[in-house]
């Protein structure tokens, strides 16, 4: 139970904090801005990323200027768009026999037709011993979160590559989407070397299969919390040499940025990202990022980062495509792609529909004469004494 009368006073200091460090990152966002006009040889100031090695993740732009605006142009009339999206019941290790479930939302759109929507989802159940055992934890002896999150966004990609085959027409273009990353950061948490390689592998074999058929897939990241290209700015200021300004960037994420940089409906250049497991994928695939001006309700506009292996930024017009698709799909979703959120409905498990999940695997137990064991926590959790 919550105290609400002592938790009070601790929302005033909250507040009191918050418009402090407001104050504190309009003061770095000029000095960020007056930084990014400054740059001029982008192949210098690289040259001096190298040379200086920061510990910060820095973007490396893909252009020759670093202030590139892009208007992005109109959606073709007819367009094939396919998105997917992912949720989990995680192991519970109050629970056995262990299991857990996957669960990817699909939808297709064939955008100025009249043919259908098609909209799904498939579940998929894991509890075989042998495919448990293979990714167990060797520190916690269970299947991790990490494990669990890598596992389903590699069946959201597998998924997202099979129905953009079956939802392709010829001489349509087709755009493939995913929500959050294409970077599989979890995977450097799993602290067991050869399974992170084996999931990086299966991750990047999938993009290839999207190459060679010439799909163009992406993913979108509302409200982006990187600072990539910020940091590349902190290089330029100097904040890397033994006298560095008493001012530092650091703390100040891309999107506020951008947020004074481009217009709706803009974007800007391309940036390489500058994550570390960036190494371990086959050249083509290394992801590039775009940032895009979001038209939302009541005229706001968001930052959105937006994306791609560095393939689709190689074949011309692709970028534009996306972006255009993207644009348009927020426009109908109130600020967040459509697409996605409909792929979103499909995909997510609510509270009612886990518990009816376990109280499946009881009742197709009991009908086998078996039976699922609990601990005593979990018996509490669900049958309060008080």
């Given at each position: 139970m919550?105290?609400?009368?002592?938790?009070?006073?601790?929302l005033r200091g909250f507040a009191a904090y918050q418009q402090q460090q407001r104050d504190l990152l309009q003061e770095k966002l000029q000095a960020a801005l007056e930084a990014w006009r400054q740059v001029g040889d982008v192949e210098a100031l690289l040259e001096e990323?190298?040379?200086?090695?920061?510990?910060?993740l820095v973007a490396r732009p893909l252009g020759e200027r670093l202030q590139e605006q892009v208007r992005?142009?109109?959606?073709?009339?007819?367009?094939?768009?396919?998105?997917a999206d992912g949720s989990q019941i995680f192991p519970d290790r109050h629970v056995e026999p262990p299991c857990f479930l996957l669960n990817v939302g699909r939808v297709a759109f064939q955008l100025g037709?009249?043919?259908?929507?098609?909209?799904?989802?498939?579940p998929r159940f894991c509890f075989r011993q042998e495919e448990v055992h293979e990714l167990l934890d060797d520190r916690l002896e269970s299947v991790s979160v990490e494990i669990?999150?890598?596992?389903?966004?590699e069946f959201e990609l597998e998924a997202l590559l099979e129905l953009a085959r079956e939802a392709r027409r010829a001489g349509r273009p087709l755009v493939?989407?995913?929500?959050?990353?294409?970077?599989?950061?979890?995977?450097?948490?799993?602290?067991?070397?050869?399974?992170?390689?084996?999931?990086?592998?299966?991750?990047?074999?999938?993009?290839?299969?999207?190459r060679r058929e010439r799909i163009p897939v992406a993913s979108y990241i509302s409200m982006p919390g990187g600072a990539e290209v910020v940091n590349l700015l902190r290089v330029a200021r100097g904040e890397c040499t033994p006298d560095p300004p008493s001012l530092s960037l650091d703390g100040l994420a891309d999107r506020l940025l951008f947020r004074r940089l481009l217009r709706s409906g803009e974007r800007s250049g391309l940036f390489l990202s500058g994550s570390h497991i960036q190494r371990a994928y086959a050249e083509p695939h290394r992801i590039v990022c775009t940032y895009l001006a979001v038209p939302g309700p009541y005229g706001q506009t968001e930052i959105a980062r937006v994306e791609f292996p560095h393939w689709v930024a190689e074949e011309d017009g692709w970028v534009n495509l996306v972006c255009a698709v993207l644009l348009k799909e927020c426009e109908k979703g109130n600020g967040y792609p459509m697409v996605l959120a409909e792929a979103h409905e499909q995909a997510v498990i609510r509270a009612p529909e886990r518990e009816a999940f376990y109280e499946l695997i009881g009742r197709q137990l009991w009908r086998s004469g078996l039976s699922v064991g609990q601990s005593r926590k979990q018996t509490s959790k669900r049958r309060p004494v008080l």
């Amino acid at each position: 139970m919550l105290d609400f009368v002592r938790l009070q006073q601790q929302l005033r200091g909250f507040a009191a904090y918050q418009q402090q460090q407001r104050d504190l990152l309009q003061e770095k966002l000029q000095a960020a801005l007056e930084a990014w006009r400054q740059v001029g040889d982008v192949e210098a100031l690289l040259e001096e990323v190298d040379r200086a090695r920061p510990s910060w993740l820095v973007a490396r732009p893909l252009g020759e200027r670093l202030q590139e605006q892009v208007r992005v142009p109109s959606r073709p009339a007819q367009v094939t768009v396919v998105a997917a999206d992912g949720s989990q019941i995680f192991p519970d290790r109050h629970v056995e026999p262990p299991c857990f479930l996957l669960n990817v939302g699909r939808v297709a759109f064939q955008l100025g037709t009249h043919e259908p929507v098609r909209l799904e989802s498939i579940p998929r159940f894991c509890f075989r011993q042998e495919e448990v055992h293979e990714l167990l934890d060797d520190r916690l002896e269970s299947v991790s979160v990490e494990i669990v999150s890598a596992l389903r966004d590699e069946f959201e990609l597998e998924a997202l590559l099979e129905l953009a085959r079956e939802a392709r027409r010829a001489g349509r273009p087709l755009v493939a989407l995913l929500d959050g990353t294409l970077i599989r950061w979890m995977i450097r948490r799993l602290h067991q070397r050869e399974l992170e390689e084996q999931f990086i592998r299966r991750y990047v074999a999938l993009l290839e299969e999207f190459r060679r058929e010439r799909i163009p897939v992406a993913s979108y990241i509302s409200m982006p919390g990187g600072a990539e290209v910020v940091n590349l700015l902190r290089v330029a200021r100097g904040e890397c040499t033994p006298d560095p300004p008493s001012l530092s960037l650091d703390g100040l994420a891309d999107r506020l940025l951008f947020r004074r940089l481009l217009r709706s409906g803009e974007r800007s250049g391309l940036f390489l990202s500058g994550s570390h497991i960036q190494r371990a994928y086959a050249e083509p695939h290394r992801i590039v990022c775009t940032y895009l001006a979001v038209p939302g309700p009541y005229g706001q506009t968001e930052i959105a980062r937006v994306e791609f292996p560095h393939w689709v930024a190689e074949e011309d017009g692709w970028v534009n495509l996306v972006c255009a698709v993207l644009l348009k799909e927020c426009e109908k979703g109130n600020g967040y792609p459509m697409v996605l959120a409909e792929a979103h409905e499909q995909a997510v498990i609510r509270a009612p529909e886990r518990e009816a999940f376990y109280e499946l695997i009881g009742r197709q137990l009991w009908r086998s004469g078996l039976s699922v064991g609990q601990s005593r926590k979990q018996t509490s959790k669900r049958r309060p004494v008080l």
